[in-house]
């Protein structure tokens, strides 16, 4: 154990300070009075406490401090220049119940922000309420419910979900009230358009969709599977939590989709994780627009600090630069894909979008995906996102972003080659991993519900 790994309260020395004040001739205020004992703080010096936050700090994985593939959510690096701006005071110090004539500069931030978003996506309005992406499709769910009933069309109550979504989108349309079908996908990864056929009817109020899906492969017969929908008048829903491999490049508002959310805080630049903060805008197509709350633009609007980077990393890379984006993501995913595959098994070898899915060790000797995660960690990798999508038993989600370098990806790639003849020589270890992180493998619900915070 290393010295600093120990407790604060086992480097407390009693009458150790890090702070000096001057005498002071003041007397406590009349009623107050001295507490009998001290409160039993760790003594220390500052040096110590400096120490002890740090090393608290590096005992977690961050995006800042190592290479973080994780598949469906994004952990893209996020340029220091968009949190400098965020925290400028004139932005920090708003109160949404300001008159509106004195916060002109956040209205035209969130005006600018509609029409970048508009301009990105080929919706028609945003609006930034929403906190997170299931937020947003919550928002986005009960528009569509609006528009059906605005045309006395009460009985659609059915939402169409592939069998490889995000878990949010049954999810929200449960909340809403709507009732959840499944749509099969084929070998393929796509949506099989036979089985969508079937389910459309008079009850559909829409289809939720993500494209590229959640296995990272585009829905080439989107345009097919829009006029189904629309033709049977249902709406379609894009859930755009991952837009990072369209942007600039393709538009859901040109492949037929009516309502879609975003996440600002995957693929615009916020560090996320956690539980936020996020920000997941609405956008809608012309005839879902007057049922956006209105003002679009005013008081209360969501995680505006969010929004804020977001709108500086717009803005930073520009119309064409932020076309790279994507395409170094998806290169980047390719690139990892072709250079494991004869060490690790890919359910659907076709090119991907930004991440791609393995189904495991190509030859496992027991060792599950969970213990390739794990071994991860040892390198000072971030795990993958793992057994996610659900369409495969040992999924492992892999997606790099446009900020790696090729010589990042090269040593990930490396070490997952390490790990695969790890795999052959000792199993054992691998079932033990991680062996030099601060703790190994909590039993991760607990650790996540019942938390032990307090020295004991
Ligand atoms: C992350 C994600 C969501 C949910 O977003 P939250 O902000 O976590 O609520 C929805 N869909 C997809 C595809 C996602 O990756």
């Known amino acids: 154990m290393k010295y600093y790994d120990k407790l604060i309260f086992e480097l407390s020395k009693p009458g150790r300070t890090g702070y000096s004040l001057p005498e002071t001739e003041q007397q406590l205020p009349k009623g107050i009075v001295w507490r009998e004992t001290a409160p039993a703080l760790p003594e220390v010096s500052e040096v110590d406490v400096v120490r002890h936050y740090t090393n608290l700090s590096q005992m977690n994985f961050g995006v800042d401090t190592g290479f973080y ?27 949404p119940l300001q008159p509106a004539s004195t916060v002109k500069g956040a209205l035209e931030v969130l005006a600018g922000m509609d029409k970048a978003l508009a301009a990105i996506t080929g919706m028609k309005h945003f609006t930034f309420l929403p906190c997170a992406g299931a937020h947003g499709e919550l928002t986005g769910l009960m528009l569509m419910r609006e528009y059906h009933m605005s045309r006395g069309d009460l009985a659609r109550t059915k939402v169409i979900v592939p069998d490889s979504a995000h878990g949010t989108n049954p999810a929200s349309a449960a909340v809403c009230g709507l009732d959840i079908v499944v749509v099969k996908s084929k070998a393929d990864g796509l949506v099989d358009v036979e089985a969508l056929k079937a389910l459309l009817g008079p009850d559909v109020a829409g289809i939720m969709l993500t494209n590229p899906n959640t296995l990272g492969l585009f829905e080439r017969d989107i345009k097919e599977i829009a006029e189904l929908v629309h033709g049977c008048g249902g709406l379609l829903y894009y859930d755009g939590a991952n837009m ?9 508002g040109d492949m037929g989709f009516d309502i879609m959310h975003l996440n600002l805080h995957k693929t615009f630049s916020t560090p996320h994780g956690g539980g936020g903060p996020g920000s997941g805008p609405v956008g809608v197509s012309d005839k879902v627009v007057p049922f956006l709350h209105i003002p679009h633009v005013s008081g209360f609007h969501g995680n505006f600090g969010v929004i804020l980077r977001a709108y500086a990393y717009i803005l930073m890379l520009g119309r064409e630069h932020i076309k790279l984006a994507g395409k170094l993501a998806t290169l980047g995913a390719n690139y990892i894909k072709e250079s494991l595959k004869d060490c690790y098994k890919l359910p ?10 393995f189904d495991g060790l190509l030859e496992d000797n027991g060792v599950s995906t969970l213990d390739v995660a794990k071994r991860l960690l040892d390198y000072g990798f971030h795990a993958p996102t793992i057994y996610f999508p659900l369409l495969f038993h040992q999924a492992i989600m892999i997606e790099p972003t446009e900020t790696e370098s090729l010589e990042t990806l090269d040593a990930f790639i490396a070490v997952m080659r390490k790990i695969a003849e790890e795999a052959k020589s000792d199993p054992e270890m691998l079932h033990a991993a991680p062996h030099n992180t601060p703790i190994g493998r909590p039993d991760e619900t607990t650790a996540a519900r019942q938390p032990v915070l307090k020295y004991d």
């Open 244 to 252: 990072n491999p369209l942007l600039g490049v393709v538009r859901p």
């Open 348 to 357: 659907i070898p076709t090119v991907c979008k930004h991440e791609f899915v």
């Open 69 to 95: 593939p994780l598949g469906s959510c994004t952990m893209k690096y996020n340029p220091k220049v968009n949190e400098e701006i965020a925290a400028m005071p004139a932005f920090t110090g708003l109160h």
